[in-house]
């Protein structure tokens, strides 16, 4: 290792200028995030984040970001496991537009799915005639939020489900087990560290989402406004101690996740080089 | 049997949330003709926003490129204690909500920001303005280069440029004439992925943008006017340049991800 430094140039001007840079764009203006809000004091602080209609969002933004992720979590293993294991027309093509929630913008998600759901859409239509309403109520957030957490379980399952040997799975048949079986003891305990990942992933994404959830959430105070909405609302009312309070929890909650899924990521490393 | 079941639960879940809204963005672009299509595009708000976006990519992703190259080159090329957080810090921004991207420009340079009064004072204007866009999308899109390059940079090694080094090359034309161009690839695809989100960032830009038609006004948020105005055509018209710039990004992705596969490099992990 040190033998590299002696032989590679460059190595305290680049580690200087990533540290500057990072430290200007992301570490100063969070710190004063964090700053902001603790000069407000831990009473008006915890009066912010208890606040009943504050309470509500976050219970909608956890909520909603959890189910999403779960339908992704049981739908993203299907369709890795069509994608690593089938051959079918266009299987590319496929392959190329699941990635598409990464790289569509989130507004343009944002009022497709509203147009969709809205009661004279044409999914909104025959599910409002079933008397299930999706635009503006709570169903409506889950649904954009899992729309843009859909790639995620797909693309941590995938790569370890080529990885997969099927001879594992061909021994564990020859000794008896049922194709039920084989999946449950053998292909599932291999795939479980990626899939905790991806849904991890997805339910990170979800927590923060802004612009494909606003349109079609209706956003009514108490009971389809997600937090980073009232985020926003805070900051047009100038109310930037209490936008700051809000914003505090949501990125504790995301520094966590973010931990979280680099422990999951060498766990899955772990559990796929073994 | 069972494969065909398990292939036609697949399809109808992708058919629904991508297929299905991919076809519903064009229907809506296209409902009232093409002359209706081509006159939302062309309307002089549409095309200011369009100029603002692509001024507000053609600053943010340089700036992330270089930061990117940087940033690849201490991570990869040298071992150093502190290098998990470093890689952990790279992420954040991945992770931080876009409002909140938002709020902390606004924090720092608003009116009752820190810096705010001061900047005032000397007559800048940061948010609610050009500059404003700008660090907001340099915030939210930081991670994407570096993110690309690092672990094609790692599965090089260092051997070629140890070999350059010995041989007499100095450290920037190592850099220029052997790395950048070995994780040429991966450098690509980082910069097309910036630029995707960079033009379609919308929770970042919209906290600090201020909403100022023609002048802080980005495609996106040009959207998001035109659709609260009922004007539900010319929105889907707009939209549709965004979703074509999606489809670009996604055919790149591909073709880079099967030269590598032929090339025998494992892709970058995905964002």
């Known amino acids: 290792m040190t033998r590299r430094h002696r032989v590679l140039p460059g190595f305290g001007l680049s580690l200087g200028f990533t540290l500057l840079y990072a430290s200007l764009i992301v570490v100063v203006p969070l710190s004063v995030l964090v700053l902001r809000s603790a000069a407000s004091g831990p009473g008006l602080f915890w009066a912010a984040v208890t606040a009943p209609r504050v309470v509500a969002s976050y219970r909608l933004t956890f909520g909603a970001s959890l189910l999403a992720a779960l339908i992704n979590g049981v739908f993203g293993i299907v369709v890795a496991w069509v994608l690593v294991r089938h051959r079918f027309p266009a299987r590319r093509l496929v392959d190329a537009l699941v990635d598409l929630p990464f790289a569509l913008p989130t507004a343009v998600a944002g009022i497709t799915l509203t147009t969709l759901y809205a009661e004279t859409g044409w999914l909104g239509r025959p599910l409002a005639q079933a008397g299930i309403k999706v635009a503006f109520t709570p169903l409506g957030v889950v649904t954009a939020l899992t729309f843009i957490g859909l790639p995620f379980v797909v693309r941590t399952v995938q790569p370890v489900l080529q990885g997969l040997d099927p001879e594992v799975e061909e021994a564990a048949a020859s000794l008896g087990a049922s194709r039920g079986q084989t999946f449950r003891r053998v292909v599932l305990p291999a795939l479980l560290p990626a899939w905790i990942t991806g849904v991890t992933l997805a339910f990170a994404r979800a927590l923060g989402e802004y612009g494909s959830v606003v349109f079609i959430a209706g956003n009514m105070p108490m009971r389809t406004e997600i937090a980073p909405l009232l985020v926003v609302t805070k900051l047009e009312q100038y109310d930037y101690g209490g936008a700051s309070a809000i914003a505090v929890v949501m990125l504790a909650a995301s520094f966590l996740l973010l931990l979280a899924v680099n422990r999951l990521q060498a766990w899955t490393a772990r559990a796929t080089s073994s | ?271």
């Open chain 2, 1 to 271: 049997m069972l494969g065909a079941a398990l292939v036609a639960v697949a399809l109808a879940y992708l058919g629904l949330f991508l297929v299905i809204p991919l076809v519903a963005v064009l229907a809506q672009a296209f409902q009232n003709g093409v002359a209706a299509y081509l006159a939302a595009v062309r309307e002089p708000m549409a095309l200011a926003a369009l100029r603002l976006t692509l001024v507000t990519a053609a600053l943010a992703v340089p700036l992330n490129l270089v930061f990117g190259v940087a940033a690849a080159w201490a991570v990869a090329k040298f071992e150093f204690r502190g290098k998990t957080a470093l890689v952990t810090l790279i992420d954040l921004p991945f992770a931080v909500s876009p409002v909140i991207a938002g709020l902390v420009f606004i924090l720092l340079f608003g009116r009752q920001g820190t810096l705010g009064p001061w900047l005032a004072a000397h007559g800048f204007q940061v948010v609610f303005a050009v500059p404003g866009l700008v660090l907001a999308t340099v915030f939210v899109t930081l991670p994407f280069v570096a993110r690309e390059l690092i672990p094609v940079m790692q599965a090089m090694g260092t051997e070629e440029e140890e070999a350059a080094r010995l041989l007499g090359a100095g450290g920037w034309t190592t850099l220029f004439r052997v790395t950048l161009p070995g994780a040429k690839w991966g450098l690509l695809f980082g910069v097309i992925l910036s630029n995707a989100r960079a033009m379609g960032e919308f929770g970042a830009v919209s906290v600090v943008s201020g909403h100022i038609r023609g002048q802080t006004n980005t495609l996106p948020l040009h959207v998001e006017i035109l659709y609260n105005e009922y004007e539900f055509q010319s929105a889907f018209a707009v939209a549709s340049l965004l979703t074509v710039l999606a489809l670009v990004t996604l055919v790149a992705r591909a073709l880079v991800e099967w030269r590598s596969e032929e090339r025998g490099i494992a892709p970058g992990p995905r964002p």
